[in-house]
């Protein structure tokens, strides 16, 4: 099996910038792709990045431009580099990737964007 820790969420004021991290223990050799989502105060779970074993990245149009996603596979660890950012992305972030088959998500960490 597959856990994933999230950290990194704080309040941030608009235009600042958070990184966050997760990292995964467990059955690892069985992990490819790594993503995060969010889910904001009475709305449904949105994807956000995602990134592959070999690096590529796919990001929601949201946040193009703005949030980058990284891995250090050495330290299996996932990282959402979140800059300019706005009250619209205050939400719980989640991890997830699948493993074995499987949908595994961390507890999430939650990111406020307020002034």
């Known amino acids: 099996q597959v856990q994933l820790v999230e950290s990194g969420g704080a309040l941030v004021q608009p235009g600042g910038s958070l990184r966050l991290s997760c990292a995964a223990s467990?059955?690892?050799?069985?992990?490819?792709?790594m993503a995060w989502y969010r889910q904001a105060p009475g709305k449904e779970r949105e994807f956000v990045a995602i990134i592959t074993r070999i690096g590529t990245t796919n990001y929601a149009d949201s946040v193009k431009g703005r949030f980058t996603i990284s891995r250090d596979n050495a330290k299996n660890t996932v990282f959402l580099q979140m800059n300019n950012l706005k009250s619209g992305d205050t939400a719980v972030y989640y991890c997830?990737?699948?493993?074995?088959?499987?949908?595994?998500w961390g507890q999430g960490t939650q990111v406020t964007v307020s002034s």
């Open positions: 467990g059955s690892i050799f069985s992990i490819t792709t």
């Open positions: 997830n990737t699948v493993a074995s088959g499987t949908s595994v």
